[in-house]
């Protein structure tokens, strides 16, 4: 019998989620590894630690990319709006999980600030949520171009030889672009350039933090 989740379950199952990829520990993906059949090449000590910055910051990306989802299904009252945004952050789910595994093979660890990027991001998910279908998916749609950008970019700074953090990255760029389409097919409205830019803003200090930190 299928079971039927009222909006508590959704809140306690969001809490536990947070809590589980918070502490950094490993969750499973649906989908292969990309890079799974791409051989791996020692790198020297400075390019190995760039790649796992990189890496780090893409995590912790996909963090908050599972808490937006998060707060915007906890308060979107569509229900296919709600199951869309569940299918996407199903997907979410995988790169997070990629990330995860090329930090191990690099020999590094996630951001330590993962639940302060979690809770954020599920505050601004739900306060997008609460703005209503439109503006949520909006924001959707404008946080998944803003990464796919951003993956574009971290795609050409991975050192050359790290091909299996490139294979995840050019999976991930895929599935980001079609997230945006998504949202824009189910109604996203366009939002204000001046929120575009904060988002930006608020992105690269994330950026900034989580490569080191
Ligand atoms: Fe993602
Ligand atoms: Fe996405």
């Not at 020297?44 to 707060?71: F, K, P, S, V, W």
């Not at 749609?141 to 970019?153: G, Y």
């Not at 050359?160 to 097919?185: C, F, G, N, V, Y």
């Amino acid at each position: 019998m299928e079971r039927s989740y009222s909006r508590l379950d959704h809140l306690i199952i969001s809490i536990d989620n947070a809590l589980r990829m918070s502490s950094g520990e490993t969750v499973e993906a649906k989908r292969a590894n990309p890079a799974a059949a791409v051989p791996e090449v020692v790198m020297d000590e400075t390019r190995r630690r760039h790649a796992a910055g990189l890496m780090r910051i893409n995590h912790a990306g996909e963090i908050c990319a599972q808490a937006l989802y998060a707060g915007q299904a906890a308060t979107a009252r569509n229900p296919e709006v709600q199951a869309e945004m569940q299918q996407a952050a199903d997907e979410e789910i995988d790169h997070l999980s990629w990330c995860k595994q090329r930090l191990d093979e690099l020999e590094s660890r996630p951001s330590l600030l993962a639940p302060l990027w979690y809770a954020g991001s599920f505050a601004i998910g739900a306060a997008a949520g609460l703005a209503g279908d439109g503006w949520s998916l909006g924001f959707l749609k404008e946080t998944e171009n803003q990464v796919e950008a951003h993956l574009a970019n971290h795609i050409e700074k991975l050192p050359a030889e790290d091909a299996r953090s490139r294979a995840i990255l050019d999976q991930m760029k895929i599935d980001e672009a079609k997230h945006a389409k998504m949202a824009e097919s189910s109604g996203a409205f366009d939002l204000p350039q001046p929120v575009r830019k904060l988002m930006k803003l608020t992105a690269g200090g994330m950026k900034a933090i989580a490569y080191r930190v």
